[in-house]
């Protein structure tokens, strides 16, 4: 466990309890983890749900790995520290807004299974789930869709996952969606259903709309 530097600090605790915020809302605050490889849906997948969601009332925001790197995680590069520290800084952000009693969707490819794991453990059981975007190498690299692959093959980027760094896959995923097998309404709706199962939404929300 990381020991804040700061010395003579208390947490400080809301008046408004996570269940009045979730009460309100309608549904439970959760934590949606995608991971996978560059290129296996992570993204456009969280988007999608995050857009379904959004459409039926609920209160939910994705973080988009670039994103993060433009502002909160601008100081990291992708060395194996600084790739455990991008996703340690999420994690923290993640679970705020989770006690806000949002639904937070994150989309990294979070290579490593003990910084998920980290992440995990910050929050109740039951409040995080890892939903691995499986999708094959080679389609990953066909679909390519910022050309990323193409680099590494080069040798333009350095310490590219799939490539020259490892993918550790999720042993024990919440759901595993194969991106590559269904359609992106399929993927979708798999993510909606797994919700529902959970009870973190109610089942009006999971059902197929025209």
Known sequence: MNIPKSRNITWSHSDIKRSDREQRNGHKGAILWFTGLSGSGKSTLAKRVEKALFARGCQVYVLDGDNIRFG????????PEDRTENIRRIG????LMMDAGMITLTAFISPY?????????LVPEGDFLEIFCKCDLAECERRDPKGL?????????PQFTGISAPYEEPLNPELVVATDEHSPDECVQLVLDELVR?????AEVAAPRD
């Open 72 to 79: 909160l995680n601008r100081d990291l590069g992708f060395s």
């Open 92 to 95: 923290e952000v993640a679970k």
């Open 113 to 121: 299974r003990r910084d998920r794991d980290a992440n995990r453990e």
């Open 149 to 157: 692959y193409k680099k590494a093959r080069a040798g333009e980027i």
């Open 198 to 202: 959970r009870g973190i939404v109610p």
